[in-house]
Every structure is written in structure tokens, then in C-alpha cells.
């Protein structure tokens, strides 16, 4: 089919690693001061400016299509039955309307899986018990659709730089707004079909990607590799169920560090994360020896000319967790990161992607299910997921409402049942900490160490 929009094999990944327990969300927290929004606030003035905006951003309308003829990954379609009241919910705040109170209500929601039937996203309006102008937003899309900064772009659609919110021109999905099944099939049949010739790109990439690997090995200059983290409360198998907590600091207290030592915003990020789980687990009692190592996700996007919506690659870091003084903790970090960094622009930034796509549908389902059913090992992969989103240094409206505070967080995979993911805006950084109450029962201790770790950093 001409123009069809095939799910990449690196989205289809996404797709698979989701299950009952694992639900593959990628969430943002707003909250907002309705004062400012014209005409007044009123839940149906938000939805239906919300309506308009999205007319105007075809990814919001896109959903799976498949069939069981289809050998390939499912493909996006616009769904012509759209309606926003499926995707937009309102909800009360309980008594005393608190941090703690919203943070229950978004973990529960960051725990619902989204109906593959319908465009992968929904949005939850939370509104307080007494304050008429405080309303938070809770907005949830798959990580199939978006990555950390596809999901940041999605939510600019709905952003303006002013209170005003002019009604945008719709826009038509491109391709074809329907598949049939014969279609799909037949398309996916020559998607199979060219796969062995995708080898072309994958072993060379894998074959560099191996000698540069075996050569910083032997210089010590390699990140950390898989399964060497030490256990972890954070490191059990966890179940459906999610608590979240979130935090914010001052970009321009990160920027001090950052200047002092001649390092990057990232550096102090990852060091103020390591600082705040080094608080976490001591004050448990439950410091490992050994340093916690974090998955980074690194963008891609202006290395990939890949299609599908993740361009990502990973590194490990270890996080010298294990080191008591922050100034050579921050030196160590610094280090390693380094290393993580310059590992990772020796690696080709389309191999997961090439490999996925390679692989294919059924591939990737068996590697997954393999992956689910084996008890996790003494040494885990790895102990978090940690993500550095870059945002708009500027105020910002959400459909008129403007953006007071705002936290992002991610997904738990497979052996982590830990994600930190850190997002600025307007000179703020916001920190969402998610996690399962079965493993860890209040994450809140975690959030509130961030900004004792990053006092640490300045006391230097």
C-alpha cells in the first residue's frame, strides 16, 4: 500500500514489552494555574479547546491496525471514529487535596493500560477540592507513539507562549486513512521479504560496534556493561501496581555546579540522582557496596534517518553510589559518564533500530516472552532507568492555563522497577520518581533527596 505507515520494529519492541504487570506509559504531570485561561476556566471550555488543537496534530488521532494474514508489525491509521470524550476524564482531588493525595491518583493512572483500539493516549483532569484555579493534567501516551522527546514535541502542539489560544487549522492524516486486511497482509508479506537484505546495514554496524567495545574494554574507557548492578530493593519482580513522587529544583542551582567543574547539566543531573539514592538506601539501611548502575537513554534523532516515533540508544553508567565524598562521587560520575558517552557516538545510532527491524514480529515476541519467564539473576541488568528530557526555557500556557509545575515520568522495564525522568521548564528542573508499592511502599523519601543532593553539590 502506498503511503502506509508501518509501526518500526523499534516501536513494535515497546508494543511486545508490555503486560499485565508491565504497562509501557509514558506520562507528564502539569500542574496548572487556571486563573489566567480566557473567558474563565471550566472543564468543557478545556476539552473543547483541546478539540481544536487536536483537529490540528494528526498524531493524535492515529491507531493500530492489524490482522492475523499480517506478518509485519501492525501499521498507524486514522481512526475515523474519533471522539476526545474517550480520551479525556475528569476526576476530583480527595481531602486535603495535598501532594500525597494527587500523587495516589496519578500512580493509579500511570497504571492503566491504554486501549489499543483507540489513539495510545489519554488525559486526566484532576481538580482540587477547594482551590478553583489549581488543576492538574495527567497525560498518558504509549511508548510505542512517543519517546521522551517525541512525547515533549506532542505536548507542544497543545502549549502556546501567551494565554491566548487561536483555534489551529485541522490537519488530514497522511496515507491512507484505513487498511484492509488483504492489503496489510500483502504489504507485510514484502516487508518479510526485504528483511534479509537489512542485514546489509546490521553486520557491519554490530561487527564496529563489537571491535570499538573490545578496545575500550581493554583500555578500562567502556560503560559499564550488563549485569554487574547490585541488588536492590528497586531489583524484584514487581507487580501492576505504581506509586509516583515528584520534586523540582532550580535549573540555575544545576547550571552553579555545572560552570564550577566545566561539566554539562547531564553531569550534574546524574550526580544529584546518585546523591539522592545514596540518602534513599542508607537511611534504609540498605546501601550496596557495590556503585548502582543506570540505564541513560541517548536521543538520536539528528543521527537517524530511521522511520517509526523512538530514536533512542542506551547506555549503562555507574552511578559511584558506593563513594561517601561528593566531590570525588561527582568526579567519578563525570568519568564514567564520559566513557558511557563516547562508547555510545562509537556505536552506530540506527543499530537497535536495524536490529529490531531485522528481527521482526515474531522475533521479537519470542525474545520477550524469554525474557519474562526468566527468573531475574543474582546481578541485574541494571537498577534504574534514568532520563534527561530538555524543555522550553520560557512560561508556557497549556491551553491557555499556565504551566506551573510540570513532571514527567517514564516506563518500568523488565529488572528495574525504578524510573527517574528529569524535564526542565522555564528554569525549573522536574524530577517524577515512579516505582511499585510492592516493592518500595512510599518513593517520597527518594523525591525529597534530590534537592538535598543537589545542596550538596553546591556546597563544593
Partial sequence: MAGLDRVSGYDAFFLELESVTQPVNVCCLLEL???????????????????????????????????????????????????????VHRIG?????????????????????????????EMWVIEGPDDAD????????????????????????????????????????????????IEMAAAGIADVIRRPWRLVNVVPDTARTVVHTVQRAVSGEAMAPPFVAPCTPFNAPFTSRRNIAFTRVDLADVKKVKEKFGITVNDVVVAMTAGALRQFLSDRGELPEGPLVATVPMSTRDKSDRPGRNHTMWMFCRLATDVEDVAERLEIICGNLA??????????????????????????????????????????????????????????YFLGCAITAQ?????????????????????????????????????????????VALDELLQL
Fill in 339 to 396: 566513557h558511557a558517552k563516547g562508547h555510545g557516538n562509537e556505536m552506530a545510532p540506527t543499530l537497535i533500530q536495524d536490529w529490531t527491524e531485522f528481527l521482526g514480529r515474531s522475533a521479537l515476541n519470542a525474545v520477550v516472552r524469554l525474557a519474562r519467564n526468566i527468573p531475574l539473576p543474582d546481578r541485574p541488568i541494571h537498577n534504574l532507568v534514568l532520563s534527561n528530557v530538555p524543555g522550553p526555557q520560557q512560561p508556557l
Fill in 93 to 121: 482531588l480527595p481531602r486535603p487535596g495535598g501532594r500525597s493525595e494527587l500523587a495516589e491518583i496519578c500512580g493509579h493512572i500511570a497504571a492503566l493500560p491504554l486501549d489499543r483500539s483507540r489513539p495510545l493516549w
Fill in 33 to 87: 494555574d487556571t486563573s489566567t485561561m480566557p473567558g474563565g476556566y471550566s472543564y468543557g471550555r478545556l476539552v473543547e479547546s483541546l478539540d481544536a488543537r487536536v483537529a490540528a496534530a494528526p498524531d493524535f488521532r492515529l491507531k493500530l491496525a492489524d490482522s492475523q494474514l499480517n506478518p509485519a508489525n501492525p501499521v498507524w491509521v486514522e481512526d475515523l471514529d474519533f471522539r476526545i470524550d474517550r480520551h
Fill in 407 to 451: 513532571y514527567p515520568f517514564g516506563p518500568l522495564v523488565i529488572g528495574a522497577g525504578l524510573n527517574v525522568t528529569v524535564m526542565s521548564l522555564n528554569g525549573r528542573l522536574g524530577i517524577g520518581v515512579i516505582s511499585c508499592p510492592d516493592l518500595v511502599a512510599d518513593v517520597w523519601d527518594l523525591a525529597d533527596a534530590f534537592p
Fill in 134 to 181: 489549581s488543576v492538574a493534567v495527567m497525560m498518558k501516551s504509549h511508548h510505542a507513539a512517543v519517546d521522551g522527546v517525541g512525547g515533549a514535541d506532542l505536548l507542544m502542539h497543545l502549549c502556546g507562549i501567551d494565554t491566548r489560544v487561536p483555534v489551529p487549522v485541522a490537519e488530514p492524516v497522511s496515507g491512507p486513512p484505513v487498511a484492509g486486511r
